[in-house]
């Protein structure tokens, strides 16, 4: 199966649904590129930056997430991507460990379960729903 840069996958972390598209292959590298090399020579990857440009980029949608004020959250957008400013916003949500945790996953694939990487089971309270255009309005 392909997945469409059209194609969204909602990641539902028990009562937050986030909503993800396929990133393109230039951003896929720039994620990519997150790898340095430290003073002692060894590569090490950045992974805050790398998770940063993954929610910039990939997250397109978010319910389930009040402001302060009690009113629901909406994502601020420039162009296709997040604002700076939103995408930290973002980084403050009690179930963020768990959306990054599936985000890498759909990565490439829609995998139709997210697998704790220490314990290779299921991740619990995590949900994953694939939407594609033709069966989505707008």
């Known amino acids: 199966m392909i997945l469409r840069m059209s194609d969204r996958i909602k990641i539902k972390v028990n009562k937050v ?4 598209a396929p990133l393109n292959q230039l951003q896929k590298i720039e ?3 997150q790898t340095k090399i430290d003073k002692s020579g060894f ?5 805050l930056r790398a998770q940063t440009l ?3 980029y ?3 949608g978010l319910d389930g ?3 302060a004020s009690g009113e629901p959250y909406e994502l601020e957008f420039e162009g296709d991507s997040l604002s ?6 973002v980084f403050t949500i009690q179930e963020k460990s768990e959306y990054l945790v599936a985000h890498w996953q759909c990565l490439n694939e829609f995998p139709g379960k997210i697998i704790d990487p220490e314990t290779k089971k299921k991740v619990k309270g995590v949900d994953l729903e694939l939407i594609s ?4 309005s707008g």
């Open 54 to 56: 993954l929610i910039k």
């Open 84 to 89: 700076d400013e939103c995408v930290s916003e």
């Open 133 to 136: 255009k033709r069966n989505r």
């Open 17 to 20: 649904t986030f909503t993800i």
């Open 31 to 33: 994620i990519a590129e």
């Open 65 to 67: 997430v009040t402001d």
């Open 43 to 47: 590569e090490v990857f950045d992974l």
């Open 58 to 60: 990939g997250l397109k």
